[in-house]
C-alpha cells in the first residue's frame, strides 16, 4: 500500500565528492592501506545475486590480481541460461512493486548507497579496484569512489529535473506528463575498466523505476559485487537489481531473445555492441515494445597541437591522458599531431617524463603506472607493439617493452608514424600506446581534416593552442569526430554533472552517462489531459445559421 505524501520533495542539489590524495602522512593513506592488506589477505566466494537469493552454481572463475596473476582474491560463481532466465523472471515479479512505489522513496534507496560509499565503504571498494583491477589509489580514488558517488547523487537530481518538468495548460485544463518505466526488464552489460561505469548502468534505469538483469564483465566482477552488496544495505528491494557474472554469449543471448527484454545499457566493445544491435533487430517484431538501446564503446582519441601551443601543457596532458591507467580507458589519447616546429621540445619533455615513470603494482603508491587487465589484453597490446617495430613508417622512440612473468605489464610506449593512416593511428589499442604524427607547421587545416577522417570512432579529442582562430578552426572541422571535445586539456576525466560523457560514429549513442538526457532514456512518458468542464453538446458556433 502507498502511503500518501503530501508534499513536493526536492532532492538535495548535489556536489560532485572531494577526492581525497593519499599523501604521506595523511590518515586516508593509511586507511587505504590497511583495507589493501585485509583484501589481499583472504580469499571470499562470490555468488549470483537473483531476487535477492544467493545462487551457487558450481560452475567457477578466478578474480586475480593482474600485477600478480598467481594471486587468486576471489572465485566467482557463473550464470547459464537457467539463472539468466530466473533472473529474467525476478526482475519482472520485483517490477510490480519498484514501479509503484513513489520515486522520492526510490532515489532514497540511492541517495543512501552513495553516503555508504563515502563513509562505510571508500577504501574497502578503492582497495578492490586497484587489487582487481590494478588500479593507482588516486585512478581508484577518482572511479570506484567519486565518479560512483556523483553517478547516485546526481542521476537522483536529474530524475527529480524529469519529473518536474512539465508541459503548459490551457484555461479549463490540466495537463502533465507521467514518466513511467519501459515495460519489461533493462538488461546492464558492465565493463572492467571503471567500477564507476558498471555501478550505473544497472543503478539508472533503476532509479526511474525499472528492474534490470546485471551482467559484469568476467574480468571486473570483485567490486560490481561489493556495490550490489552496499545497494542492499541502502535498502534495494530484492529482484530490482539481480547480478549475473558469467559468459555474456550464455547470459546476454537470453535476455537479448527474451519479448520482454526493454532496453540495454552497455558499455564495453564495438563489435559486441552492434552485434547486440543486430540480435535485437532480428528479433524485433517479438518484443512488447521497441526496445531502448543505449552503448558507449570504443574510442581511438586525439589530441591535435596547433604551432603556438604550450610545450610543457601537451606534455603533461600527453602523459596524463594516454598513459594514466595504462591507457585502458576509451577517452585515453592514444594519437596525437604535432607541428614540426614543437617536435623537439615536446619529443623531450615526453622522453624526460616518461623514462621516470614508475611502473609496478599499484600497493606501492610511488607507481604511475600498473598492469594491463589480462593476458588477453596484453597479447592484443604487445601485437600492436610487435606490428609497429616491422612497420618500415613507424619508430617505437619510448618503450616498447613487456613482461608478464609475474603481472601484465607494459612499459608505456610511444610511436612516431610518418604515415598518418598507419595501424596505430586508426585502430583501438586499449593500452599504454601513443602513436604521433608530426605535421608541418603550414599543413594545421589540412592535419585537422587528416583527423577527422582517419577514425571511425568519435569519443573524445583535444587541441590544444593560445590562438581562438585555431581553437575555432578546431571545433568547426572536427564537429562530429568527438562527443567530449577539451580545449587546452587532456581528453579523458570528464565530471559528472560537469562534463556529460559520451561519442557519436563507432562510439556509440551518445546518451550521455552524467546527465538527465541518459535518464530520459528509461522512460516512456505518457500524456495526461483532464478537462474540467468538458462540452456537452457536440456542435460548433461555425455550424449556426446567419
Known amino acids: 500500500m502507498n502511503l500518501l505524501n503530501n508534499a513536493v520533495i526536492e532532492t538535495p542539489y548535489p556536489e560532485n565528492e572531494p577526492i581525497l590524495d593519499y599523501a604521506p602522512g595523511t590518515e586516508a593513506r593509511r586507511k587505504l592501506k590497511e583495507a589493501l592488506k585485509e583484501m589481499a589477505g583472504k580469499r571470499v566466494e562470490i555468488p549470483l545475486v537473483i531476487g535477492g537469493e544467493r545462487i551457487t552454481t558450481g560452475d567457477m572463475g578466478q578474480v586475480v590480481m593482474p ?19 530466473l533472473a529474467i523472471e525476478a526482475a519482472l515479479e520485483a517490477r510490480k512493486t519498484w514501479q509503484s512505489m513513489r520515486w522520492e ?3 532514497a534507496i540511492f541517495l543512501k548507497a552513495a553516503e555508504l560509499l563515502a563513509r562505510k ?12 583491477t590494478s588500479k593507482n589509489a588516486f585512478q581508484a580514488e577518482i572511479d570506484a569512489a567519486c565518479e560512483l558517488i556523483d553517478f547516485l547523487r546526481f542521476n537522483v537530481h536529474f530524475a527529480e529535473r524529469i519529473y518536474r518538468e512539465q508541459p503548459r495548460s490551457a484555461p479549463g485544463i490540466w495537463n502533465y506528463l507521467q514518466h513511467r518505466p519501459l515495460e519489461g526488464f533493462v538488461l546492464a552489460v558492465t565493463p572492467f575498466n571503471f567500477t564507476a561505469i558498471a555501478g550505473n548502468l544497472p543503478s539508472a534505469p533503476a532509479i526511474m523505476g525499472n528492474t534490470v538483469v546485471w551482467k559484469p564483465a568476467s574480468s571486473c566482477v570483485y567490486t560490481p559485487h561489493l556495490f550490489m552488496q552496499i545497494l542492499e544495505e541502502a535498502g534495494l528491494p530484492a529482484g530490482v537489481i539481480n547480478f549475473l557474472p558469467g559468459p555474456g554469449r550464455l547470459v546476454g543471448d537470453v535476455c537479448l531473445k527474451d519479448p520482454n527484454l526493454a532496453g540495454v545499457h552497455f558499455t564495453g566493445s564495438t563489435a559486441v555492441f552492434q552485434q547486440m544491435w543486430r540480435t535485437i533487430g532480428e528479433h524485433i517484431a517479438t518484443y512488447k515494445s521497441y526496445p531502448r538501446i543505449v552503448g558507449e564503446t570504443g574510442g581511438k582519441d586525439f589530441v591535435v597541437v596547433h604551432q603556438d601551443a604550450d610545450v610543457d601543457q601537451v606534455v603533461t596532458a600527453l602523459v596524463r591522458g594516454a598513459f594514466e591507467y595504462q591507457g585502458q580507458k576509451c577517452s585515453a589519447v592514444s ?5 614540426q616546429s614543437l617536435w623537439k621540445h615536446i619529443r623531450s619533455g615526453l622522453e624526460r617524463e616518461l623514462t621516470s615513470l614508475p611502473v609496478g603494482p599499484p600497493q606501492d603508491f610511488r607507481n604511475f603506472v600498473n598492469a594491463v587487465i589480462d593476458r588477453q589484453a596484453f597479447t592484443s597490446i604487445t601485437g600492436f607493439i610487435d606490428q609497429a617495430r616491422q612497420d618500415s613508417t613507424s619508430e617505437i622512440i619510448i618503450g616498447g617493452g613487456s613482461n608478464d612473468r609475474t603481472g601484465y605489464f607494459i612499459e608505456p610506449t610511444v610511436i612516431v608514424t610518418k604515415d598518418p593512416q598507419s595501424r596505430t593511428m586508426v585502430e583501438e589499442i586499449f593500452g599504454p600506446v601513443l602513436t604521433i604524427y608530426v605535421y608541418e607547421d603550414d599543413a594545421y587545416l589540412e592535419t585537422l581534416e587528416i583527423c577527422d577522417k582517419t577514425s571511425r570512432y568519435a569519443l573524445t579529442g583535444a587541441v590544444f593552442s593560445r ?10 572541422k572536427l564537429e562530429q569526430a568527438a562527443g567530449n571535445f577539451y580545449i587546452n586539456d587532456k581528453p579523458t576525466g570528464a565530471v ?25 532514456r528509461w522512460v516512456s512518458p505518457r500524456t495526461v489531459k483532464e478537462t474540467f468542464l468538458p462540452p456537452t453538446t457536440p456542435g460548433y458556433p461555425f455550424l449556426e445559421q446567419e
Do not use: W
Open 121 to 132: 565503504y571508500r577504501y574497502l571498494i578503492n582497495a578492490g579496484s586497484m587489487l582487481s
Open 467 to 476: 590562438s581562438r582562430a585555431a581553437i575555432s578552426l578546431a571545433l568547426a
Open 67 to 85: 600485477h600478480d596473476h598467481n594471486h587468486v582474491l576471489a572465485e566467482y560463481h557463473k550464470a547459464s541460461e537457467r539463472e539468466a532466465r
Open 105 to 107: 522513496e526510490r532515489c
Open 496 to 520: 559528472v554533472g560537469q562534463q556529460p560523457f559520451g561519442g557519436g560514429r563507432a562510439s556509440g549513442t551518445n546518451d550521455k552517462a552524467g546527465f538527465y538526457t541518459n535518464l530520459l
Open 335 to 339: 594519437r596525437a599531431y604535432i607541428p
